[in-house]
């Protein structure tokens, strides 16, 4: 099992720009959640899907970001456009729903950095 | 509303000494606790979770946590530290109102001396 993959592991761009974050999640899993890890605020949820479908997307932080999930295998995270304080960790995690302590799988993470 | 708070930033032991990381939780259903850990450049991995079988919970690498009602703690420990357990470690509660969503704490980081 490779696990949660993500890519590119770190992303350097120039306010303004157009980044996409990309995220294939673990074979079967059904939920695929999008996190944002900085110094200040922590680990916090931006949005998760359910078979494919945004469920919550309550912690996105304003239109600059987008997320879509087309296929099972697939989903991505846009920033458009990108701004200094988007400076984080994003980590993509997924999971299957097997009960209510179900517990979801990390990918290592984008370390992004918009100068 | 749920949240977890980590009692500590930082903690510093000695290499085989015990490690104990402090955790306190509020939730207004019967929670479901984890510990998560990361390790430098790294994503986070399960060291152990709370499902309501067993108030005592083992982990991997030696970890074990006790969720603790009266006290709303779900503390983590170790009887001795590894070199490789230097990383920052994450309490995090999801309960059955919401059990989609995972609220973390802020970490603690724990360092391991020789």
């Known amino acids: 099992d490779a696990g949660v993959i993500q890519s590119p592991r770190h992303e350097v761009t120039e306010m303004g720009q157009e980044v996409t974050l990309r995220c294939k999640p673990i074979?079967?899993?059904?939920?695929l959640f999008w996190y944002r890890q900085t110094m200040m605020r922590g680990l916090e949820l931006l949005i998760y899907?359910?078979?494919?479908?945004?469920?919550?997307d309550s912690g996105m932080p304003e239109d600059r970001f987008s997320a879509k999930m087309p296929n099972a295998s697939f989903s991505t995270l846009k920033i458009q456009p990108s701004e200094p304080r988007d400076s984080a960790v994003y980590f993509c995690?997924?999971?299957?729903?097997?009960?209510?302590?179900?517990?979801?799988?990390f990918g290592p993470g984008t370390r992004l950095t918009v100068l | 509303a749920q949240s977890v708070t980590q009692l500590d930033s930082h903690v510093s032991v000695s290499e085989g000494t015990p490690v104990l990381l402090r955790c306190n939780y509020s939730s207004s259903y019967s929670p479901s606790l984890f510990w998560y850990v990361q390790h430098p450049n790294k994503g986070l991995q399960l060291l152990l979770k709370?499902?309501?079988?067993?108030?005592l919970v083992k982990g991997i690498n030696g970890f074990e946590a006790e969720f603790k009602k009266s006290e709303t703690s779900f503390h983590l420990t170790k009887p001795s530290a590894h070199m490789s357990d230097a990383a920052e470690y994450f309490c995090v509660v999801s309960d059955m109102g919401g059990y989609n969503k995972l609220i973390f704490g802020a970490g603690t980081r724990l360092a391991v001396h020789p």
């Open positions: 709370y499902t309501s079988a067993a108030t």
């Open positions: 995690a997924s999971r299957s729903w097997t009960g209510p302590t179900d517990t979801q799988y």
């Open positions: 899907f359910n078979n494919n479908v945004p469920i919550d």
């Open positions: 074979s079967g899993h059904d939920y």
